[in-house]
């Protein structure tokens, strides 16, 4: 799975740059369907890897599926995840890791 | 008229709530149950009724207002006001609507020439033993026996005789009691034995001589007592430390039940005078100054740490948030622990109460585990007491054995009874294994302890375990946590960090206090000369250490977000205005920002919303439950944890009544609850009341 790839690929790195991590998503609605399986299949790993790092997961009715990412001083990023499938969720979340804020 | 709001408030909680409403409240009529309904008449009105509803439910539905004192929809039916007799066509008496179930073909008259008789003579009994007080009584102008009196009574007296007196009883330092208004309805009494749980209250006597009260002088013991004065049509009950009202949400504890606030002349409980003018502390002499000087210096180049209390609404967090992180600071805690192992609080199901306070009725097995809902929750004690009562839910308990005002499985308080029940080996594993709707609740004073993520571990596990066993829906959640402070669930929502353990790892220079009275951290505890400044309304420890006190609202002088314990968030509203300088957290917050440099992005309360939108979407859906799942990934995580569990044994803070009175800064400056607590410990005597009506 390309995005098991991806995560194994994030490691340990996610707070080399970011502070935090907040997924927004909707319970039920079919564009959040890729950030659901991401979350299912690879938050655990995710999570193992970086024990004291915050991945805010919020699910909330009707959103729409939304990557924050936090960095020093307040500044943050938004990655609409509208329709992606969990490989395309990875590499967002890839594509923040790595960016310099 | 007839309290409507309450009538009607009543009858969409009959819709909304799921499980079975034990006391015939079948009003609303569904569709399978239609082959059975039978057919009545209200006023020559056609209406299909389910079999087992009341006359009285029947014309409520039509939308007739039968007057009554006694029946009350939450207790049971009573039928000794006879305040709502009607007539039945060709029936030979009238029939006490409260009570009488409908037969099919009746037609109900409820403004006949009868109908009405009955209401007037009624109605001159009730008065012929009240006495006069209306010019001097509480309860004037949203009394029962005034309304209907003007309503359905007679318009001219012909009473001449004496009235009878009682005396007044001592039932404690919140309940004013004025024995001779009482018209005997007996809902104080129901609402004692079937609610509260505490079979205080009773009648004494018959006829004329009939009191109402608890026959020796004992104090009306319960953390729900003060309902009885909402409940009393008259003004027998009233409350003693009283007034008049606005509508807001409680924050004294994590339920956030919807409240009406009493204010008199701008002050609502508290007595003690609130600091409403900055002070900085300067060599111990406190002077007043203003923000700008020392402040704009304060921030360069000095590690910054944040403390929440527990009374803190969402727009403050959020505002204290942002103004940390642009500082580049991280370490904003909470003065409530929340094991930080395994997912945490990344999953908001870990910290939630999952099956929501109504999935309480539906569920037939629940395990308390270190908690004393009696006295950290109290209303959802009370949904659990009715669940019992009319569900026939089984309670079980690992704790210390407290009275919950309902009869429970005790197992033991020790954490080896948690382990034996996460392995499997404890006998009551196959109970639980055969519920269909298991609810494990563990209470946030228990994972307080130094081994709260062990203790979670095994709560976690013993929900999965229950999932897995037969019978247990999909959908259904098993696990939940009971928090006790209002702010908890929404810091958490944003990120905060939970207990101080960041701010001791890395001291900070300079501490911000909001609203943090718990005493989780002191001066000795940070480098020498750090600066604290406290922000809040009614700080007692938090101000004492602080170097800069601002004063901010309470949470009835703001209008706020707070999230309760199930994760729905709800608002406050301005009940009252702030004293003096006084000003709502958020742009308190706000204004700093500008003097630090690092100007917050919003200038209304809509635009924080916004920004609390940005951070999690569900704060700002007011009134309503987010679903959260993800309970394997929590579960999985959550094994990984290598705590074990501490010996000593699951205690909660709160035991006796003696302990719920006062519990947070507001309620530690209330002059009422001291006498409370005074009476409680040394009986209802020794508080000494001025005697005036």
């Known amino acids: 799975m390309a995005a098991a790839a991806v995560v194994r690929g994030i490691g340990s790195n996610l707070s080399k740059n970011l502070r935090e991590v907040r997924l927004h998503l909707c319970q039920i609605s079919a564009a959040s369907q890729g950030t659901r399986d991401f979350i299912e299949q690879h938050y655990v790993t995710l999570k193992t890897a970086n024990p004291e790092f915050p991945i805010l997961i919020r699910e909330c009715s009707g959103v729409q599926p939304v990557l924050w990412a936090r960095y020093g001083f307040g500044k943050e990023h938004s990655i609409s995840l509208d329709n992606m499938n969990a490989d395309q969720v990875a590499k967002a979340l890839e594509s923040v890791v790595n960016a310099k804020p | 008229m007839l309290r409507l709001p309450a009538v009607s408030r009543a009858l969409a909680g009959a819709a909304h709530s799921q499980g079975s409403i034990a006391i015939t409240n079948n009003v609303r009529t569904s569709a399978r149950a239609s082959s059975n309904m039978v057919e009545v008449f209200v006023d020559g009105k056609p209406v299909m009724v389910e079999p087992g509803t009341t006359v009285l439910q029947t014309c409520e539905k039509v939308g007739v207002q039968i007057p009554r004192f006694c029946y009350h929809d939450r207790l049971s039916v009573a039928g000794n006001c006879r305040m709502c007799l009607v007539e039945i066509e060709k029936a030979p008496k009238p029939v006490a609507a409260c009570a009488m179930p409908v037969m099919k073909g009746w037609n109900i008259l409820t403004n006949s020439e009868k109908t009405r008789k009955a209401r007037e003579g009624v109605m001159e009994f009730l008065l012929s033993n009240h006495p006069l007080d209306c010019p001097i009584c509480d309860q004037g102008g949203e009394c029962d026996l005034q309304d209907q009196s003007m309503m359905f009574g007679a318009d001219r007296s012909r009473f001449t005789e004496g009235k009878r007196a009682v005396e007044d009883k001592n039932i404690g330092p919140l309940i004013k009691t004025i024995m001779t208004r009482c018209i005997h309805c007996t809902r104080c009494v129901r609402f004692a034995s079937e609610v509260a749980g505490v079979e205080d209250l009773g009648t004494t006597g018959r006829g004329n001589s009939m009191q109402i009260g608890t026959y020796v002088e004992k104090m009306f013991m319960s953390e729900l007592s003060g309902n009885v004065i909402d409940l009393c049509p008259v003004g027998a009950l009233t409350s003693k430390p009283y007034a008049f009202t606005t509508e807001s949400i409680d924050v004294l504890d994590a339920v956030g039940s919807n409240i009406v606030v009493s204010t008199r002349g701008g002050e609502v409980m508290r007595i003690l005078p609130r600091l409403n003018e900055d002070l900085l502390k300067y060599e111990n002499i406190l002077s007043p100054f203003t923000h700008t000087h020392a402040i704009s210096q304060l921030f360069q180049g000095s590690e910054v740490g944040a403390i929440a209390g527990g009374m803190v609404d969402a727009e403050a967090l959020v505002a204290l948030k942002d103004l940390l992180n642009r500082l580049d600071s991280d370490t904003l805690c909470t003065e409530e622990i929340f094991p930080m192992a395994g997912a945490g609080t990344d999953l908001r199901s870990n910290y939630l109460l999952n099956s929501r306070i109504t999935g309480i009725e539906e569920c037939d097995l629940m395990l308390l585990v270190g908690t004393n809902p009696r006295y950290e929750a109290p209303l959802f004690n009370a949904r659990v007491r009715k669940s019992w009562l009319h569900n026939e839910l089984q309670v079980a308990m690992v704790g210390h054995k407290v009275d919950l005002s309902y009869s429970y499985n005790h197992l033991g308080e020790t954490t080896q009874v948690l382990q034996e029940i996460a392995a499997g080996t404890h006998p009551f594993c196959k109970v639980l294994a055969q519920a269909k709707k298991p609810v494990v609740v563990v209470g946030s004073s228990a994972l307080q302890r130094e081994d709260g993520a062990a203790i979670f571990k095994a709560v976690s596990t013993i929900a999965q375990n229950s999932r897995a066993s037969s019978g247990v829906e999909e959908g259904w959640k098993v696990l ?68 800069v006190i601002l004063p901010g609202a309470a949470y009835t002088e703001k209008n706020g977000t707070y999230v309760n314990t199930e994760g729905r968030a709800q608002q406050t509203r301005v009940a009252v205005t702030a004293p003096g300088m006084a000003r709502e957290d958020w742009k308190i917050l706000r204004a700093i920002s500008e003097l630090a440099g690092v100007t917050l992005p919003y200038d209304t309360v809509d635009e924080v919303r916004r920004r609390l939108e940005e951070v999690s979407p569900n704060l700002v859906r007011y009134d309503d439950v987010e679903e959260s799942n993800y309970f394997k990934q929590a579960h999985e995580l959550s094994k990984a944890v290598n705590q074990s569990l501490l010996a000593a044994p699951l205690v909660p803070p709160q035991l006796t009544v003696k302990d719920f009175y006062m519990t947070d800064p507001i309620s530690r400056a209330s002059q009422t609850m001291a006498k409370c607590v005074k009476a409680a410990t040394e009986g209802a005597a020794s508080v000494d009341e001025p005697s005036i009506c």
């Open chain 2, 480 to 547: 939940n946590v009971l928090h006790r402070v209002a702010s908890q669930v929404a810091a958490l929502d944003l990120g905060y960090k939970r207990g101080v353990d960041a701010i001791r790892k890395n001291p900070p220079k300079v501490l911000f206090l909001l609203g943090a009275d718990a005493d989780c951290i002191t001066r000795a505890d940070l480098p020498k000369d750090s600066f604290i400044i406290y922000q809040g309304h009614h700080g007692d420890v938090g101000a004492v250490m602080a170097d």
